[in-house]
């Protein structure tokens, strides 16, 4: 048997989500039951919902070093991903109907730019090198007069690369071309200063910072040309119809503010628990290998590829474990599609299926660390073929 002792529970799947945090939780309950108001509306009820709404919504711009004016609340990261793509290339169309992206970014942002293309657009897909880095360089070179819009994600979802966002920016506030990141991963490790990293639009995930499922914002720079994607009513600036999930607001805000509070502390900490289990896993595990860099990366993300085992069994056996991993970004499980990341970065066929992604969070001790580090190397010695029973 692999598994004799009593049953624990590692969760190491944080960049596909988090659990809600008390705090943010307890500023949500509320506005479910009590202040239970729609934001829009007139008597005090919904005054009372109207002044919660705006007081998150100052909230994330102090942080974003923006105007609250700036700030759109959404249903999710990928709704904002697809409200400030679709928005501002469809706004844009006279100026010109070319766009730029990478090849690694998120589906949320890679399918609206495939959309885009069936609808007369022209892409250009920046490559990354083989540690999933892309070249500012290569962004200005691919820059034409008709170029509406350039998109690259803050730090990739997969294998943790964080991108050059600033210099980027440099480049396009050059041109006057509006840059989006999408920073569903950053936002409780970096900096979302939109004025000193120089973007234009940027999107947030409330669920990637504990705080609830189904809520999302996007910042968008006062003058950028957007227009909406869903329509039904004045709400968010003309730009998001809907009425307000306002405990979901609430939480998003909570969830930021204790992130961009804490995030100096729990950088420390994470990147020394990331450091052991890298160590650790290429230590015992002969030829596995890390992917994207090991300088440069968000502090809890680790993509590493172990040959000569399938990434699905082995889920299943930490599963079995009580260890909770993936094998790359949430939305592209139980599809046969191996990630455009991996594939961008040079992975084989094999290897795109022997890889595995785990993201450390703020549940997470140095002695869940060790255990991982035991059960993985024990499971993978059982399931590779010559270490096999016949």
Do not use: W
Request: include cysteine.
């Amino acid at each position: 048997m692999l598994y004799t002792e009593a049953m624990k529970e590692i969760y190491l799947d944080h960049a596909s989500t988090t659990y809600t945090d008390h705090q943010v939780l307890e500023a949500m309950m509320p506005y479910f039951s009590e202040k239970y108001g729609n934001p829009e509306s007139l008597h005090s009820k919904g005054k009372e919902a109207l002044i919660a709404t705006d007081n998150a919504r100052e909230t994330v711009a102090k942080i974003l070093n923006c105007r609250p004016s700036e700030i759109i609340f959404t249903g999710s990261c990928t709704e904002a991903n697809n409200l400030a793509i679709f928005g501002i290339a469809r706004a844009s169309k006279e100026k010109g109907k070319h766009l730029i992206t990478s090849a690694i970014e998120h589906s949320s942002v890679r399918m609206p730019f495939q959309k885009l293309e069936q609808e007369g657009y022209a892409v250009t897909y920046i490559q990354a090198n083989n540690e999933g880095f892309i070249n500012p360089q290569d962004i200005e070179v691919a820059i034409n007069p008709k170029t509406a819009l350039v998109s690259i994600m803050h730090a990739n979802n997969e294998i943790g690369t964080i991108q050059q966002i600033k210099e980027i920016g440099e480049i396009c506030k050059k041109h006057n071309i509006p840059f989006h990141t999408d920073a569903a991963q950053t936002a409780s490790s970096l900096s979302l200063d939109t004025q000193a990293l120089n973007v234009d639009s940027l999107s947030l995930n409330a669920s990637k910072i504990y705080g609830p499922k189904g809520v999302g914002a996007l910042y968008i720079k006062k003058g950028t040309p957007i227009e909406a994607i869903i329509y039904g009513g004045t709400h968010e600036f003309n730009l998001r119809a809907g009425t307000h999930n306002t405990a979901g607001i609430i939480g998003l805000a909570k969830a930021l503010e204790l992130a961009q509070a804490h995030k100096e502390e729990e950088n420390k900490r994470l990147n020394t628990l990331q450091d052991l289990l890298i160590t650790g896993i290429l230590n015992n595990i002969p030829n596995s290998t890390l992917n994207g860099p090991r300088e440069n990366r968000l502090p809890n993300n680790i993509s590493i590829t172990i040959p000569n085992i399938n990434s699905q069994e082995l889920m299943l056996h930490l599963d079995e474990a009580g260890i909770c991993i993936s094998s790359g970004a949430a939305c592209n499980i139980g599809t046969a599609k191996p990630s455009p990341t991996l594939i961008a970065i040079g992975l084989s066929k094999d290897e795109l299926h022997s890889s595995i992604r785990l993201s450390l969070g703020k549940i997470n001790t140095e002695e869940d660390i060790n255990y991982t580090i035991e059960k993985l190397t024990t499971i993978c010695h059982h399931l590779r073929p010559q270490n096999r029973r016949h």
